[in-house]
């Protein structure tokens, strides 16, 4: 090719690219030619399908005939509901929705989607990845539509409005009109300026000991007189701040470990830009998990350490870990892995954004700014759940006229981060799409990863209700390692499920159960049949598997000397957590 042709492909590639950056900033980075291929996939297969043609046209007839004998019912005074919401969909449980003509209002919704449903699925010839896109497009769709969204056809919204004389209508367009006015300023929503980090939350006394480009390393002050000797070292995802873990006193991961004797290390990811672009998935690594590893190695000199990664931050310590027993390095005495996944084959709905065409779309948008915004992220996981995090928050707000109350969670959940153009896209090519660590083909410095080497207990914590880690996704990593593994299922979602305190006032429970390192495999389904089922949080049974992998405690006084003396370089929560 010529240097002129060469140039002009150069330039046209580069104009092609700052289109697509374009519309994917609108878009959240959401590929529109993903739906329309799979919608073009599954309509020319229906198309050519006429028994699933006339399946569908029979369904449709037998739920008008249903629909309409519950109608009749109605009028002779039998409410019994001719179709139910799933457990998760609490649109219509109101007495008020119980009511005609509003009952057969949100029945024939659901018998639309049980529809549509049936019509995207089981189409002979269509590609499983576009099956899920069509499904998942369709139920988006309609939740746009659904009744419990419209004033009109809302019981709930009606005796509002009736009940204020209209003031409902008046406040929620007041909030409408605040909340796009903070969205044009990129200023925080309402109600997190009062979850600020190291005044409301993130508020437990320590110390930054360590700090490079990419991690400052947090040690907590111990609160009690003795502590067992081994610390845990907690490496959280980089796409979050790490004070999740550390929200509230109330509902503090390190303040509850602090509080029964384990010495506590937390790294805080920093924030990068766009001068960050070429960092990887080996800087994260490197300069992340293993620093840390070095730094608390040096400030508790002579103990091995208990690791704990959260969402991606288990991923990357269980690549940690693998590497370290590769090498012979016995530095860990426990690996706890919380809502993290190692083996990526069934991701859950965000396989969904996981294809080639989606993968090029990130590319052009991430390189055209350096980073993946946070905004952008929360946008997709928004996405995946609009009925509740979306659609629900307008009525409330909006419609309803009320303002729910903010938590610690939110303003946290608010407080985005960002990450480096390489490393994510590192990382959604070769984990999520490629699958390489579970498939034995991933490398860290050249050398192969084999979660099978790591050899200490390990702890998983998985999350009944989690759309980003499903606990079936979670459990493969029984079929992956030959250690001794503690499995434990508890309730609740991806972050509420794990910040999940003992305490009164809140339902929850939790399934354990551990297989040997000589046991055999179960499966999934006949694990969470036989596994016992716990009242309360899993935190206690967490930290009594910290103690029984500890050695006795310690007074403070008694501990031999570090070996290195590790300098406070500032109080905790740090600078990089502050950082916008």
């Given at each position: 090719?010529?240097?002129?042709?060469?140039?002009?492909?150069?330039?046209?590639?580069?104009?092609?690219?700052?289109?697509?950056?374009?519309?994917?900033?609108?878009?959240?980075?959401?590929?529109?030619?993903?739906l329309?291929?799979?919608?073009?996939?599954?309509?020319?297969?229906?198309?050519?399908?006429?028994?699933?043609?006339?399946?569908?046209?029979?369904?449709?007839?037998?739920?008008?005939m249903?629909?309409?004998?519950?109608?009749?019912?109605?009028?002779?005074?039998?409410?019994?509901?001719?179709?139910?919401?799933?457990?998760?969909?609490?649109?219509?449980?109101?007495a008020?929705?119980?009511?005609?003509?509003?009952?057969?209002?949100?029945?024939?919704?659901?018998?639309?989607?049980q529809?549509?449903?049936a019509?995207?699925?089981?189409?002979?010839?269509?590609?499983?990845?576009h099956?899920?896109?069509?499904?998942?497009?369709?139920?988006?769709?309609?939740?746009?539509?659904?009744p419990?969204?419209?004033?009109?056809?809302?019981p709930?919204?009606?005796?509002?409005?009736?009940?204020?004389?209209?003031?409902?209508?008046?406040?929620?367009?007041?909030?409408?009109?605040?909340?796009?006015?903070?969205?044009?300023?990129?200023?925080?929503?309402?109600?997190?300026?009062?979850?600020?980090?190291?005044?409301?939350?993130?508020?437990?006394?320590?110390?930054?000991?360590?700090?490079?480009h990419?991690?400052?390393?947090?040690?907590?002050?111990?609160?009690?007189?003795a502590?067992?000797?081994?610390p845990?070292?907690?490496?959280?995802?980089?796409?979050?701040?790490?004070?999740?873990?550390?929200l509230?006193?109330?509902?503090?991961?390190?303040?509850?470990?602090?509080?029964?004797?384990?010495?506590?290390?937390?790294?805080?990811?920093r924030?990068?830009?766009?001068?960050?672009?070429?960092?990887?998935?080996?800087?994260?690594?490197?300069?992340?998990?293993?620093?840390?590893?070095?730094?608390?190695?040096?400030?508790h000199?002579g103990?091995?350490?208990?690791?704990?990664?959260?969402?991606?931050?288990?991923?990357?310590?269980?690549?940690?870990?693998?590497?370290?027993?590769?090498?012979?390095?016995?530095?860990?005495?426990?690996?706890?892995?919380?809502?993290?996944?190692?083996?990526?084959?069934?991701?859950?709905?965000?396989?969904?954004?996981?294809?080639?065409?989606q993968?090029?779309?990130?590319?052009?948008?991430?390189?055209s700014?350096?980073?993946?915004?946070?905004?952008?992220?929360?946008?997709?996981?928004?996405?995946?759940?609009?009925?509740?995090?979306?659609f629900?928050?307008?009525?409330?707000?909006?419609?309803m006229?009320?303002?729910?109350?903010?938590?610690?969670?939110?303003?946290?959940?608010?407080?985005?981060?960002?990450?480096?153009?390489?490393?994510?896209?590192?990382?959604?090519?070769?984990?999520?799409?490629?699958?390489?660590?579970?498939?034995?083909?991933?490398?860290a410095?050249?050398?192969?990863?084999?979660?099978?080497?790591i050899?200490?207990?390990?702890?998983?914590?998985?999350?009944?209700?989690?759309?980003?880690?499903?606990?079936?996704?979670?459990?493969?990593?029984?079929?992956l390692?030959?250690?001794?593994?503690?499995?434990?299922l508890?309730?609740?979602?991806?972050?509420?499920?794990?910040?999940?305190?003992?305490?009164?006032?809140?339902?929850?429970?939790?399934?354990?159960?551990?297989?040997?390192?000589?046991?055999?495999?179960?499966?999934?389904?006949?694990?969470?049949?036989?596994?016992?089922?716990?009242?309360?949080?899993?935190?206690?049974?967490?930290?009594?598997?910290?103690?029984?992998h500890?050695?006795?405690?310690?007074?403070?006084?008694?501990?031999?000397?570090?070996?290195?003396?590790?300098?406070?370089?500032?109080?905790?929560?740090?600078?990089y957590?502050?950082?916008?």
């Amino acid at each position: 090719m010529s240097a002129a042709r060469a140039a002009d492909s150069f330039a046209s590639g580069a104009f092609d690219r700052a289109v697509h950056a374009g519309v994917a900033r609108m878009t959240h980075g959401l590929s529109p030619m993903v739906l329309a291929g799979a919608s073009a996939d599954w309509l020319m297969h229906l198309a050519f399908s006429p028994g699933k043609q006339m399946d569908l046209a029979l369904l449709g007839l037998r739920q008008a005939m249903r629909l309409s004998r519950h109608a009749g019912e109605c009028m002779a005074g039998h409410r019994e509901p001719c179709i139910r919401p799933l457990p998760q969909d609490r649109r219509f449980e109101a007495a008020q929705w119980q009511k005609w003509p509003f009952n057969l209002m949100w029945q024939s919704f659901l018998l639309s989607q049980q529809w549509w449903h049936a019509a995207a699925t089981d189409v002979s010839g269509v590609s499983h990845h576009h099956e899920l896109v069509v499904d998942f497009a369709t139920r988006q769709a309609l939740d746009l539509v659904s009744p419990s969204n419209f004033l009109g056809t809302n019981p709930e919204l009606i005796d509002q409005t009736l009940r204020t004389g209209g003031a409902n209508l008046v406040s929620g367009w007041r909030n409408w009109v605040e909340d796009m006015a903070r969205v044009a300023a990129n200023r925080q929503p309402v109600g997190t300026e009062q979850f600020r980090p190291g005044i409301e939350v993130a508020v437990t006394p320590g110390e930054v000991v360590f700090r490079n480009h990419l991690i400052e390393l947090i040690r907590y002050t111990p609160v009690t007189p003795a502590t067992y000797p081994e610390p845990v070292l907690v490496v959280p995802s980089w796409i979050m701040k790490y004070y999740i873990l550390d929200l509230s006193p109330h509902n503090s991961l390190v303040r509850y470990l602090l509080e029964h004797g384990h010495p506590v290390y937390m790294v805080s990811w920093r924030n990068p830009d766009g001068a960050d672009r070429d960092l990887g998935m080996e800087d994260y690594l490197h300069k992340g998990a293993m620093a840390a590893i070095d730094a608390v190695a040096r400030c508790h000199g002579g103990h091995c350490l208990h690791a704990v990664g959260y969402c991606l931050g288990g991923t990357l310590m269980a690549i940690a870990a693998a590497r370290m027993a590769h090498d012979d390095d016995n530095r860990l005495c426990s690996l706890s892995l919380l809502a993290s996944q190692v083996d990526f084959s069934e991701p859950g709905e965000l396989a969904l954004f996981i294809d080639e065409a989606q993968l090029a779309w990130l590319d052009d948008l991430m390189a055209s700014q350096g980073y993946l915004d946070g905004k952008q992220m929360s946008g997709a996981f928004a996405l995946l759940n609009q009925r509740d995090l979306v659609f629900s928050r307008m009525v409330h707000d909006y419609l309803m006229g009320q303002r729910r109350p903010v938590t610690d969670l939110h303003a946290w959940n608010a407080d985005a981060t960002r990450m480096p153009f390489r490393q994510h896209r590192e990382y959604l090519q070769s984990l999520y799409h490629h699958n390489d660590l579970a498939q034995g083909r991933y490398r860290a410095s050249g050398k192969p990863v084999a979660l099978s080497d790591i050899r200490v207990p390990l702890f998983c914590l998985a999350t009944e209700r989690d759309t980003v880690s499903p606990w079936r996704s979670v459990y493969k990593i029984s079929l992956l390692t030959d250690t001794e593994v503690t499995f434990c299922l508890t309730s609740g979602g991806h972050n509420v499920g794990v910040v999940n305190p003992p305490g009164p006032g809140v339902r929850r429970s939790y399934r354990l159960d551990v297989r040997p390192e000589d046991g055999k495999y179960v499966d999934p389904e006949a694990w969470f049949a036989a596994a016992p089922v716990h009242e309360g949080s899993w935190w206690p049974a967490w930290q009594a598997w910290l103690q029984q992998h500890s050695s006795a405690p310690m007074l403070i006084e008694q501990m031999p000397p570090s070996t290195h003396v590790c300098d406070a370089l500032g109080a905790a929560p740090g600078r990089y957590v502050l950082m916008p």
